[in-house]
């Protein structure tokens, strides 16, 4: 198997001092990829990536609300295809306010600015995203709650400015915790993503020169507590284009099947079936399996043979993916082991494919 040596995005897990007005916080992630399929598809590129962030924080508390201002930077360097060498700048702020008296409702804000740079051959990613979202959280009762939320996102590609969009989603969320250790999450939402050019004269497969997409997805977890240290759970989900135009990138040397700008998640429809079994280990060790089977049935992208030659009107994917995972706590810093197999079968021949990925992550907390 081909190696490749990721550094991972930092996340940050802030520990707020509740004597303390404000609180500074650092933490950086490492990790190390073996995948023997970059790309995702038929052509089994891979490479070694090295990976490096930093994530900077700072929060002011009250006793019924938290503001944190953020900094996240990265650096993915590819080993063997240097050219697709990029960085990523992110600044924003989250903000949490309890409403009432009892604690049962509680806002959460956020809004953040996203930059991406490429080195020139492959500066067609170069892109900056706008984001921002607002929810409220109530609890019915005690074991039952719901979150209504909205999410807007401005996406600006430097150099691809007919790919440049703005999105609108709107999200509903159920959950209820039984005396049974059972629990049951639902979740809807409603997107829609509206482009902003009006020109389609790059290397597009479309049906209009400004489409609107437009998406319903929903959900359902059900998650069941085995034994003290062991937990299962299955989900399923649907998710159906109401309108269905997208755009897709379509280019002999550039075909990724996992980025947005060549497998838009707009673009595709069926059911997701998942399953999941957690298990606690001694030494503060946890122990995850997962399983994921997705129908992909493409709205307007046709499927090819390798020649070329459109062979069907509509592409049809079957993605399965296998993911164990092993986290690891110790007293400086957390270990991640990953293992993913994926398969996807296709009427495309292109993307046709088996790929196999093994992670060593690193987080350390300053």
Do not use: C
Request: hydrophobic share 35%.
């Amino acid at each position: 198997m081909i190696i490749r040596l990721i550094f991972v995005a930092g996340v940050f897990a802030t520990v707020l001092n509740p004597n303390l007005f404000g609180q500074f916080s650092l933490e950086t992630e490492f990790a190390y990829l073996n995948d023997d399929n970059l790309d995702n598809n038929y052509e089994q590129t891979a490479d070694r990536i090295a990976m490096a962030s930093l994530g900077l924080a700072y929060d002011f508390e009250t006793s019924r609300s938290n503001t944190q201002i953020f900094y996240v930077g990265g650096l993915n360097y590819y080993s063997k295809y240097s050219d697709r060498t990029f960085h990523s700048h992110s600044f924003g702020i989250d903000y949490s306010q309890i409403l009432n008296k009892k604690e049962t409702s509680t806002i959460n804000a956020n809004a953040s600015y996203l930059i991406r740079i490429n080195r020139q051959a492959y500066n067609f990613f170069d892109n900056s995203i706008v984001s921002m979202n607002a929810s409220l959280k109530h609890y019915f009762i005690k074991n039952f709650w719901g979150q209504a939320g909205y999410s807007f996102q401005l996406v600006h590609y430097t150099n691809l400015p007919e790919f440049n969009y703005n999105e609108h989603m709107v999200k509903l969320n159920f959950s209820t915790y039984l005396p049974s250790k059972t629990t049951f999450i639902f979740l809807t939402s409603f997107g829609a993503k509206l482009y902003s050019s009006t020109n389609d004269s790059i290397n597009t497969k479309k049906t209009n020169a400004k489409p609107i997409v437009t998406q319903w997805l929903g959900s359902l977890r059900i998650g069941q507590s085995v034994f003290e240290n062991t937990g299962i759970s299955i989900m399923a989900q649907y998710q159906t284009n109401l309108k269905k135009e997208s755009r897709y990138l379509a280019s002999i040397n550039a075909s990724f099947s996992d980025d947005e700008l060549f497998d838009d998640h707009y673009g595709y429809e069926g059911l997701m079936l998942q399953g999941m079994l957690t298990q606690a280990l001694p030494f503060d060790s946890r122990l995850r399996f997962s399983f994921s089977s997705q129908e992909k049935k493409y709205s307007n992208l046709p499927a090819y043979n390798l020649q070329g030659v459109q062979i069907a009107h509509n592409r049809l994917d079957r993605r399965n993916v296998l993911t164990i995972q092993l986290q690891k706590e110790f007293d400086l810093f957390t270990l991640q082991l990953m293992y993913e197999h994926i398969k996807n079968s296709s009427n495309d021949p292109f993307y046709d494919y088996k790929n196999n990925a093994f992670t060593i992550g690193l987080t350390i907390p300053f």
